[in-house]
């Protein structure tokens, strides 16, 4: 499976931004989506995560209220939508999908992701 990010770019504080994950190759088994970031000197941190059939999509409390998860599975594509971004926010925004057979798994984790994509760079200006 081979995973494209997209939608990144230089945003004002409070503006927004739609990323997109597009999934290609062997997608036919279900999958969990999860979108993870990593700022300049910080760790990756999880951000949200969605399960194959939408009904399980946990949040970081700091995106919580802001950020919203969908996924189209007919376009093999997540996205990830991001309203009043903040400075904070900035950092190269990864998706990445883990393999399972439960339609509502979800994982927090990095762990269980084991395709990744390239990265895309959101920038918010204060």
């Known amino acids: 499976v081979q995973l494209q990010a997209s939608g990144g770019g230089l945003v004002q504080a409070g503006g927004s931004l739609r990323l997109s994950c597009a999934a290609s190759?062997?997608?036919?088994?279900?999958?969990?989506v999860g979108w993870f970031r990593q700022a300049p000197g910080r760790e990756r941190e999880f951000v949200a995560a969605?399960?194959?059939?939408?009904?399980?999509?946990p949040y970081a409390d700091s995106v919580k209220g802001r950020f919203t998860i969908s996924r189209d599975n007919a376009k093999n594509t997540a996205y990830l939508q991001m309203n009043n971004l903040k400075p904070d926010d900035t950092a190269v925004y990864y998706c990445a999908c883990s393999r399972s057979a439960s339609f509502s798994y979800a994982p927090r984790s990095p762990s269980p992701y084991t395709y990744w994509g390239q990265g895309t760079l959101v920038t918010v200006s204060s």
């Open positions: 969605i399960s194959w059939n939408g009904g399980t999509t």
């Open positions: 190759g062997r997608t036919s088994s279900t999958y969990a």
